[in-house]
Nanobody
């Protein structure tokens, strides 16, 4: 397993969760890392991304100001801190690794994916 995401759960609206994605990839420090989510019956959508070296971050409009992506290269881990959660944030969240920053919003360009972790936000 190259990537493993965890930290999902059932929370009430307004609560916070922090997702983690641990990778066994040796090239982790040179990967850009992204988070996507997929609600039931919907396509996978971009949520947030962070570049290698953490110099760049990028967020979907729907999560801007509420979610924060970060990484710890020493721990081979990328995080997604989710605050002020809303019912519409309910989805399976996936982490992925992509080589080129310009493709971070394009799920088909990702080389590796984690198995997903379910986030359910009740109203």
């Amino acid at each position: 397993v190259q990537l493993q995401a965890c930290g999902g759960g059932l929370v009430q609206a307004g609560a916070s969760l922090r997702l983690s994605c641990v990778t066994s990839r040796r090239a982790f420090s040179t990967d850009s890392m992204g988070w996507f989510r997929q609600a039931p019956g919907k396509e996978r959508k971009f949520v947030a991304a962070i570049s290698d070296g953490s110099s760049l971050t990028y967020y979907a409009d729907s999560v801007q100001g509420r979610f924060t992506v970060s990484r710890d290269d020493a721990q081979n881990t990328v995080y997604l801190q989710m605050n002020s959660l809303k019912p519409e944030d309910t989805a399976v969240y996936y982490c992925g690794a992509v080589r080129l920053w310009r493709f971070v919003r394009v799920s088909t360009k990702y080389d590796y994916w984690g198995q997903g972790t379910l986030v359910t936000v009740s109203s």
